[in-house]
């Protein structure tokens, strides 16, 4: 890219993270301190507010980078993570958002530990969040690690590293200094910024075909090099039986994974009610469900308009098809048009992969505290020195994010996230459902259900061909592949809920029978809520 590719975006990218910066130091100075304050934001923010916050939170580098990379690259097999990631909200709005409000104070854990021996519920509940946050957080990382890449022209492999890095460090900050209320803002203006981009994108894409979304597809599929079989199913995921299930695989993590993921379950509780929490996720729905009608637009605009070689040539995953795109759409890579809207694309991208990071970085280092520390020095915890033990847990979790984003810097970030959907489904969903409807519930079934999900889903990560045996895995020298599915949802999830009920079964303890009526009360109706 050229000088003035470079020195503009850096430019925009610069005055988001000052934006930014002020915002979090402004807030700082009027924070009191208390733990409602640094983890739900004085449970203070409007439906409105908090649903372009959740929408901010779930529009990940993901989606804006990773998705639309997959879509220019194989067609129609890309466009089946916008079914999953949109569909997963319908799984939200009706089976957890209110109830979850309702049954707890901060994290995931609040809401089975409710009728469980607390303890260990919360060692187990948390330490699946911070393992579902901490591969969350890879994706972001590789998607900074992509675009700094190709704005640096793919020389500086330094350059590169020095920004996960960079990045690791800015989300530190606006957690530890900000909390809850600092990153709730930073994520509305990343989401209007990046719907905003997308508009323009999305327009200029249908102008430059006149309008003819069916022009665009036919264009699309004959830059591929596939012909028609770009634009239906099986250039990816229908070759075999193996990738066919890998397929079932996919879509049940992206389906159930939303449900379980620590940093949108501690969205429900910044706002004051239940009857919030749901219309949050209405107004999140509908931002959300625009964005991913972009994606489609914007991932076979990138296959017609760029080419799926050259989006490949520059990132091999696909991850730069958007800022691609973008100088293309703006007159070529030494027009003004082109420099200005690259650059632009450039920044909200940051801006995007900021305002994730610190929101998944918050959520994990709750669950650090709140649940882990917490249960371990039940007595002697005070809210204000747990929050203290939150902030440091902020940059311990920043550290191991920026050295998995390093190792990992090769993968598509869509596919590093659809991993942690699957972790989020196999370990947290199972428990999460079992404590809100099943009455014979029972401690040892919680712990199973965590366990019994997040062993599994991770352990077959390690053996899959994500990890080694294959020319694009994590250690491509070496070959311990014993899995043959990329990703392991469609054998972990069921083995979570399995884990749970025969846990439950074989436990001598005795359902609480009392405290789930009071739980199943508080959650239908609100009544105890905090």
Known sequence: MSGNHQTLAL???????????????????????????????????????????????????????????????YGYDGLLYVVGFLVAWLVVLFLVAELVRNCGRFTLADVVAARMNERPVRIAAGTSSVTVSVLYLVAQMVGAGSLVSLLLGGTSEAA????????????????????????????????????????????????RFHGDFNDLLRSAAARSGHGKAFLVPGLRYGGDWTARFDFMSLGLALVLGTAGLPHILSRFYTVPTA??????????????????????VLGFGAAAIVGPEAVRGSNAAGNTAVPLLALDLGGGANSAGGTVLFAVVAAIAFATILAVVAGITLASSAAVAHDLYASMRRRNAKPRSEVAVARAASVGIGVVAIALGLLARDLNVAFLVGLAFAVAASANLPVLLYSLFWRNFTTRGAVWAVYGGLVPSLLLVLLSPVVSGSPGSLFPGVDFQYFPLENPGLVSIPLGFVAGWLGTVTSHEPPDEAKHAEIEVRALTGAGAV
């Open 11 to 73: 430019l925009l990218f610069s005055m988001f993270v000052a934006v930014t910066l002020a915002i979090t130091t402004w807030v700082s100075r009027n924070r009191h301190g208390s733990a409602e304050e640094f983890y739900a934001g004085g449970r203070l923010f409007s439906p409105m507010e908090n649903g372009f916050a959740i929408s901010g939170d779930y529009m990940s580098a993901a989606s804006f980078l990773g998705v639309t990379g997959l879509i220019a690259l």
């Open 275 to 296: 009857r919030a929490a749901r219309r949050s996720v209405v107004w999140s729905i509908g931002l959300i469900g625009g964005f991913y009608l972009m994606t489609i």
């Open 160 to 207: 590169r590293n020095w920004t996960v890095i960079g990045v690791g460090a800015l989300m530190v900050i606006y957690v530890s200094m900000g909390g809850m209320r600092a990153t709730t803002w930073i994520q509305i203006v990343k989401a209007v910024l990046l719907l905003g981009g997308s508009v323009v994108l999305t327009v200029l894409v249908l102008v």
